[in-house]
């Protein structure tokens, strides 16, 4: 996980630089600590402007805020900007311009957070387990057959 303090004034733009250490699907957000206000979700609803996701001057992805994905944990709030596949220890930059900011999160100590998809890890775990068992039910059905064949190769040539 990835988590880099940023500044966030109303009005101005910002560029937060990142990099993640593993390829995969990965889930960049703007994070503030759990409790900074009551009703987060409204709270971040009521965010507006633009975040771009760029890399190699390209841009990766682009969004008009508010994002309606929010997670949150025991830790933090964060509205989730993007769910990007990243490549490991590639250079990434978010620009963030804020248009609109609700007052009581003036004063809060956001930071971009970058981390991956639990959803992906999910899903790699499904298919890993999957190829485990097809590969094994390979195994198991392919042996006795191949030892039939095998038998029935050796009783057609001793037949001849």
């Not at 940023?6 to 957000?29: K, L, P, W, Y």
């Not at 930071?111 to 999957?130: K, R, S």
Request: aromatic fraction near 6%; proline fraction near 5%.
């Amino acid at each position: 996980m990835v988590r880099i303090p940023i500044e966030i004034v109303q009005g101005q733009s910002v560029d937060i630089r990142f990099s993640v250490a593993e390829a995969g699907v990965h889930n960049v957000m703007i994070a503030y600590p759990k409790g900074t206000v009551d009703y987060m979700g409204k709270t971040l609803r009521a965010v507006t402007g633009e975040a771009v996701v760029g890399s190699g001057g390209r841009v990766v992805a682009e969004a008009e805020l508010p994002v309606d994905h929010q997670r949150s944990t025991r830790d933090f709030d964060a509205m989730v900007l993007f769910t990007l596949a990243t490549e490991p220890f590639k250079e990434y930059t978010v620009t963030l311009e804020v248009t609109h900011l609700p007052s009581a999160l003036t004063a809060a100590q956001p930071a971009i957070q970058v981390e991956v998809d639990p959803h992906y890890m999910f899903t790699v775990w499904q298919v890993e387990l999957l190829g485990l068992l097809l590969s094994l039910a390979a195994i198991l059905f392919g042996i006795p057959l191949i030892r039939r064949r095998t038998k029935k190769l050796k009783s057609d040539i001793s037949n001849r």
